[in-house]
């Protein structure tokens, strides 16, 4: 599940957390864009499920210092040792150079060397050394993890999905339909170790409201696929006919026409939405295609905008219970 909820203070996620337990669920994901950071709900959940897993996806690597990352990284694999995977990404120009104030250059190269760097920091090792986008001299973490966490390569194209498939533990997919998924493999390539995970964010929308749910997918999908990098996966992936209307308008500034232009064809394929049953059927089709690792990230209903936090609740329970899938 992705955490944190919206419209739930932090404070009171930890029950949330043992909820999430309770029914089955076995991992909390976090990303980081404009609102908790990765790391401090992984806290949480390290303290007060003992059990789960715990995964950033993704923890940019532009807006930390290579050894502050490390720091923080080994800090929450200490507190939950054997539990916590590092996910790590480009993340976007809005995030890195508008919010953050850092350039966004060379990304793929900002992630190979970061991802280098982690791995003999975590390790233990003293790193001193001229990478291409940073130097480190002399550093070496004074609490390195008993256990270092997995890392994983958040990768959209190519280029990106080698790196991972040759250096990471795994890579984080974002954005993608189920019927995408081959395309990507296919990109990894044969060469990836044994135990390769594929992380998935998989966007949900759990209502019967169809309407409600694709006008908050068009919202989302005019705010991140015209990012640069998003909208180079799609062409990749193929759909640029769908998207084209899309992009055209956005660029001319056109924001209402953008949105209008977002066929429901791309939302249903790319923000699934239905009872919770069905959401639960879809997201396994992620599955069977070969994703090893699939990341609910619910968005908001009707229904749980109105109910609260014991919507909320009676979400999870949904979600838990067996789908028509699983039962045969």
């Not at 992620?286 to 014991?310: D, F, R």
């Amino acid at each position: 599940m992705t955490v944190p909820f919206a419209g739930i203070p932090l404070a009171d996620h930890g029950r949330l957390y043992a909820l999430l337990h309770d029914a089955g669920f076995t991992d909390l994901w976090t990303s980081e864009v404009a609102g908790a950071d990765a790391f401090t709900p992984l806290t949480i959940g390290a303290i007060t499920t003992p059990r789960m897993r715990l995964g950033t996806a993704v923890a940019p690597v532009f807006t930390r210092g290579p050894g502050l990352l490390a720091m923080t990284a080994g800090a929450l694999a200490e507190t939950a040792p054997g539990r916590f995977v590092l996910g790590i990404g480009a993340s976007s120009p809005v995030v890195v150079g508008d919010w953050n104030a850092v350039p966004f250059t060379e990304p793929f190269k900002r992630s190979r060397d970061m991802l280098r760097f982690l791995r003999a920091a975590l390790a233990g090792e003293q790193v001193d050394r001229e990478f291409d986008t940073f130097a480190v001299r002399r550093f070496r973490l004074e609490r390195p993890p008993a256990t270092p966490p997995s890392i994983l390569l958040a990768a959209l194209r190519p280029a990106m999905l080698r790196l991972a498939a040759a250096e990471a533990d795994g890579t984080i997919l974002n954005w993608l339909a189920a019927t995408d998924v081959p395309k990507v493999l296919d990109a990894l390539g044969d060469a990836r170790p044994d135990g390769f995970e594929i992380a998935a964010r998989i966007f949900m929308c759990p209502t019967a409201d169809a309407d409600h749910a694709r006008a908050v997918g068009r919202r989302m999908i005019t705010s991140y696929l015209t990012v640069p990098a998003y909208a180079e996966f799609h062409r990749w992936l193929g759909n640029s006919d769908l998207l084209d209307p899309v992009w055209t308008a956005w660029a001319a500034g056109d924001r209402r026409g953008a949105l209008a232009a977002v066929p429901d064809e791309l939302v249903d394929a790319l923000v699934i939405h239905g009872t919770p049953h069905q959401c639960k059927e879809q997201i396994m089709r992620y599955v069977e295609a070969g994703v090893t690792t699939p990341v609910m990230a619910p968005l908001p209903t009707p229904e749980l905008t109105s109910g609260g936090v014991e919507a909320l609740h009676a979400l999870i329970g949904e979600l838990s219970a067996p789908s028509s899938v699983e039962r045969g």
